[in-house]
């Protein structure tokens, strides 16, 4: 028997910008979630939906209510949705399993789909030289800035968590040395480990390369690409949505 296809997406940054700002970049990924309703039956989402998130005991951003229902409504379809934390998601907390239906992991994965064995993970803090997030990840999970974070009014504590993002947000900055080069070594290396596929997010750089038959592929972004990974009879692609005109 024919499996669906499988589907990838990764750093979305809602948030990122005041919810008006955000609506013709919502738009697309709204439709392009809507879209998988009949296609798939497995969604992974592997990093960075938000540009912030943090559950306090009664409160969830509003500003994420459409996307979130979205969501919902593909769980409740028969669709499997699995949200891969990346270095915005500070905080992950139990609102997405237990009330969208999404279930969430803080690592990377192993999985198997279509026969190929693919590692997927956002990617931050798995190279030597993200000492910057390391550094940073430390802080804002330690017990203490939790507690403290939670002791904030949620108004206050998202404009920090803007400002905690914007620490984070190292993509596209000049520098002498391209991380690009650095996800893609690291990729073939797990290639060479045993893995099929490996699915990354993270760079902002929409990748696909191969390496005989096996394949190493970033998602890419929703800032300036609309990219999205597709694993399709066995095959890996890298894909564009686009929304038809007319």
């Known amino acids: 028997m ?72 593909l769980v409740e379809s028969g669709v499997r949705v699995i949200y891969l934390a990346g270095n915005h998601d500070f905080w992950l907390g139990t609102f997405l399993n237990e009330q ?17 064995k693919i590692y997927i993970a956002h990617g931050h803090g798995l190279i030597s030289r993200d000492l910057g997030y390391r550094l940073l990840s430390k802080i804002m999970h330690s017990p203490f800035s939790i507690r403290l974070f939670q002791l904030i009014h949620p108004d206050c504590g998202f404009k920090i968590g803007r400002l905690v993002s914007r620490m984070s947000r190292h993509h596209g900055a000049p520098t002498a040395w391209d991380p690009r080069e650095a996800y893609r070594d690291l990729a073939f290396s797990l290639l060479d480990q045993g893995y099929d596929a490996v699915v990354f997010g993270h760079n902002h750089c929409p990748t696909l390369q191969h390496k005989g038959d096996k394949v190493y592929i970033n998602l890419g972004d929703w800032l300036r690409h609309d990219t999205y990974g597709v694993l399709r009879d066995g095959e890996m692609t890298l894909e564009k949505h686009r929304i038809a005109e007319g």
């Open 2 to 73: 024919m499996e669906d296809p499988v589907y990838f997406i990764s750093d979305a940054h809602l948030g990122i910008e005041d919810y008006a700002a955000e609506e013709r970049r919502r738009a697309r990924l709204l439709t392009f979630l809507r879209s998988l309703k009949g296609k798939t039956r497995q969604l992974y989402i592997v990093g960075d939906l938000f540009d912030f998130w943090f559950e306090y005991r009664t409160v969830v951003p509003r500003q994420h209510y459409t996307v979130l229902h979205a969501l919902s409504s």
């Open 100 to 116: 969208v239906g999404v279930e969430t992991a803080n690592g990377p994965l192993t999985v198997t789909h279509h026969g190929r």
